[in-house]
């Protein structure tokens, strides 16, 4: 069966300071992977997707970025954190178009 | 615009009774509908996905209704359980001629369930 793993569970960063989240996938191969952010009473929104190694879309454009070095591997990272960054990290992964299968999220606190 | 709107925004119930989700949408076009439970810090997770043609699909003591012609669903709870405090967030997929599709999120339905 396929389960999805991201890490950290919590996170407390400085204003500034770097970010990485990573998420990864098992029992399955070529996923289709998705970063999602939720702020507090709202909805999610999707940041990025990726269809393949090396093939990132973005949906919102801010000081975040994705990476995907391995096929089931997907990183958030940010060079400077802002106190907007703030939020309930979800990582998702899916093998087509009707089924999204959800990590267990990373809560992030900038301070 | 794509978009899709849930109520109410927040339920209480008690424990035992039901209750009904309500979600509204303006996607086109139109994939599939999805809900969705979502515990405190925890990821999603799918409770029912509807495509177009289906209008009813029960999952346990979860039943989503899907109405394609008036573009609402909703999400009936039986028998409420403390366990089903959590929010509820119904997802409309679209799709593109180029294979690609995308996903509108509603908000979500806040439901605490109290003794």
């Known amino acids: 069966s396929q389960t999805i793993h991201q890490w950290p569970a919590t996170l407390v960063q400085p204003v500034g300071s770097p970010l990485s989240l990573e998420c990864t996938v098992e029992?399955?191969?070529?996923?289709?992977l998705y970063w999602y952010r939720q702020a507090a009473g709202r909805g999610l929104q999707l940041l990025f997707y990726?269809?393949?190694?090396?093939?990132i879309s973005s949906e919102v454009p801010q000081n975040l970025s994705a990476s995907r070095p391995q096929d089931r591997q997907f990183i958030l990272s940010s060079k400077k954190l802002l106190l907007s960054d703030s939020g309930f990290y979800l990582c998702?992964?899916?093998?087509?178009?009707?089924?999204?299968?959800f990590g267990p999220g990373t809560r992030l606190t900038v301070t | 615009k794509n978009q899709v709107e849930q109520s109410p925004q927040s339920l209480i119930i008690l424990e035992g009774k039901n209750c009904t989700l309500q979600?509204?949408?303006?996607?086109?076009?139109?994939?599939?509908l999805r809900w969705y439970k979502q515990d405190t810090g925890r990821g999603p997770v799918s409770l029912t996905i509807?495509?177009?043609?289906?209008n009813t699909k029960s999952n346990g003591r979860y039943t989503a209704t899907l109405d394609a012609d008036t573009k609402q669903s909703s999400l009936h709870i039986t028998a409420s359980q403390l366990s089903d405090s959590a929010s509820y967030i119904c997802?409309?997929?679209?799709?593109?001629?180029?294979?690609?599709?995308?996903?509108?999120f509603g908000k979500g339905t806040k439901l605490s369930v109290i003794p």
């Open positions: 998702a992964w899916s093998p087509g178009m009707y089924e999204q299968y």
């Open positions: 029992g399955t191969s070529n996923p289709n």
């Open positions: 990726s269809v393949g190694i090396g093939q």
């Open positions: 979600c509204n949408y303006t996607v086109s076009p139109f994939s599939n």
């Open positions: 509807m495509t177009f043609s289906e």
């Open positions: 997802v409309v997929s679209s799709t593109s001629g180029a294979g690609s599709y995308q996903l509108t």
